[in-house]
């Protein structure tokens, strides 16, 4: 279990829904502004922030798709070829999210392209070019039903107010 009282699960389920002004926050909290930014920097200091960001929106932007790619590394003897393809994924900007994964691929990546013909370059130039590379295999998003960033933070408040098992 965290180590967040009630009033900081409020802070966070707040925060992570919409930019609030520091004082925004506090009026909703029914606190004073000076000790909410004291919480919300201890929050940060203490690692249930990792960052702030402004999440925009890819298609306004020309990224017409996002692919979701499986990846399977080759097994070669003498070569780490898992840790060569992890940093070559992690400094690839069209590689949005890179994933280890259980199953019969080893990695997930989320990929966007402006266009099907500028994702099939990518996957024909790039992404069979990564070290290790054995097996892909593209799936494409045709329709978004949720893509959300929030986590469930209602599940650890009804669990705090309950108390320990």
Same mark, same amino acid.
């Not at 000790?35 to 690692?47: D, N, S, T």
């Not at 990929?111 to 070019?129: E, G």
């Given at each position: ?12 389920? &707040?925060? !992570?829904?919409?930019?609030? %002004?520091?004082? #925004?926050?506090?009026? /909703?909290?029914?606190? +004073? ?39 399977? &590394?080759? !097994?070669?003897?003498?070569? %780490?070829?898992? #840790?060569?393809?992890? /940093?070559?994924?992690? +400094? ?57 960033? +929030? ?15």
């Amino acid at each position: 279990m965290t180590e967040l009282s009630l009033n900081e699960l409020k802070m966070l389920a &707040i925060i !992570q829904d919409e930019h609030v %002004t520091n004082v #925004e926050l506090a009026e /909703r909290l029914g606190m +004073a502004p000076s000790p909410c930014l004291r919480r919300m920097k201890a929050l940060k200091e203490r690692g249930f922030i990792e960052k702030t960001v402004s999440i925009l929106n890819r298609k306004q932007l020309g990224f017409e798709i996002l692919a979701e790619v499986e990846i399977k &590394i080759a !097994q070669i003897a003498g070569r %780490t070829a898992d #840790e060569e393809f992890r /940093r070559a994924a992690a +400094a690839e900007p069209a590689i949005i999210g890179c994933y280890v994964i259980a199953g019969q691929f080893d990695f997930l990546l989320k990929v966007v392209a402006t266009s099907i013909d500028a994702y099939a370059l990518f996957a024909r130039k790039v992404l069979v070019r990564m070290p290790g590379v054995a097996d892909m295999r593209s799936s494409f998003v045709l329709e978004t039903i949720k893509d959300s960033t +929030a986590l469930p933070l209602d599940i650890l408040r009804r669990q705090l107010k309950r108390g320990p098992a």
